[in-house]
């Protein structure tokens, strides 16, 4: 269903038949999707967090995805999701097909995992980027695998440089470096995370190392492209000894995001969406309009240059 756009009316019979439900009514209770896969959803009650239960769901429920919060009815039958409570946030993404496919619900960080190799894509970087400022997401900018330096360098490929000056916090990350693990987890503490990125980028190896006691697949990385196979099939919430949540996902070698259409694209860069404030134009798109700050401020210097033809080429796109 991930991939099926609903239409307004089915919309509406979903969410009139989910409020409909009763979460206080006999055998009905709370609980989270810690996993889905297929026709199995993996939920932990809320009340009993050490006890997973698999699920069946009822036909007309629509999407459902990892952390989202359910009401479910256990009656001494196979437990079945009866309805999704309201979501705070949605992160969605678009497949090479054009097909919507959910990542998680209910998130309050995006952690962008990046590595050495393969060499970080910065416009795939801001496509993420825009998809937790849309989404209200604290975002976290990870580049992995730094043992992997051929000579030491402060700030390879300029993430430091370019990304924290918009108030985005950048770690480096290997798995043999048991500080920068500890500096990680400082920084998934209390949030409910998403941690995403491209295969080959060791999302799978750090949340190994965050969670020694878990297992994990890792998987092999192609001497053709450095990429890695895709070790991890369906999105899984795990938590955190030190609180909170992490939720680890499907290797995406694009990550295109579902926009909200109610929000402008520039809104989703920080810098154009502070510089677009002194435009001459109330409307303006940035591209060639006269009197726009956004453009006086990259011919400055004060907005990327690369940030800007990111935000050129994600509104071609949209």
């Known amino acids: 269903m991930a991939g099926r756009k609903l239409s307004r009316r089915q919309q509406s019979r979903i969410r009139d038949a989910q409020q409909a439900v009763d979460p206080n009514a006999p055998h009905h209770h709370e609980g989270r999707v ?39 009815r256990d009656d001494g039958r196979t437990p079945l999701i009866v309805a999704i409570q309201p979501r705070r946030n949605l992160l969605q993404r678009r497949d090479g097909f054009g097909h919507i496919k959910a990542v998680a619900a209910n998130v309050s960080q995006l952690v962008i995992c990046l590595a050495v190799r393969p060499e970080p894509n910065l416009y795939l970087l801001d496509q993420y980027l825009v998809s937790a400022e849309q989404q209200g997401l604290q975002a976290l900018i990870l580049l992995n695998k730094i043992d992997l330096l051929e000579t030491p360098t402060e700030d390879p490929f300029s993430l430091r440089a370019i990304y924290r000056p918009l108030g985005y916090p950048v770690l480096h990350s290997s798995i043999g470096d048991a500080d920068s693990i500890e500096a990680l987890k400082r920084h998934l503490a209390g949030q409910v995370s998403v941690i995403s990125g491209v295969s080959g980028v060791g999302k799978s190896s750090l949340t190994r190392a965050i969670l020694p006691g878990i297992d994990i697949r890792i998987g092999e990385i192609s001497e053709f492209n450095q990429e890695g196979r895709h070790t991890t099939r369906s999105s899984r919430l795990y938590h955190l000894p030190g609180g909170g949540d992490l939720i680890d996902t499907p290797g995406v070698r694009g990550f295109n995001p579902v926009l909200d259409p109610q929000q402008s694209l520039a809104d989703g860069f ?13 409307n303006c798109r940035h591209v ?29 796109a949209a």
């Open 288 to 316: 060639n309009e006269p009197g726009c700050a956004v453009r006086a401020a990259v011919e400055a210097g004060s907005i990327h240059a690369d940030r800007y033809a990111h935000y050129l080429k994600l509104l071609d």
């Open 270 to 282: 920080r810098e154009i969406r502070d510089a677009a404030q002194h435009c001459r134009f109330a």
């Open 34 to 72: 810690i996993s889905h896969r297929g026709k199995a959803v993996e939920v932990e009650p809320l009340d009993r967090p050490d006890d997973h239960l698999q699920c069946g769901f009822k036909a007309n429920l629509g999407l459902i995805v990892c952390g989202d919060r359910v009401t479910y």
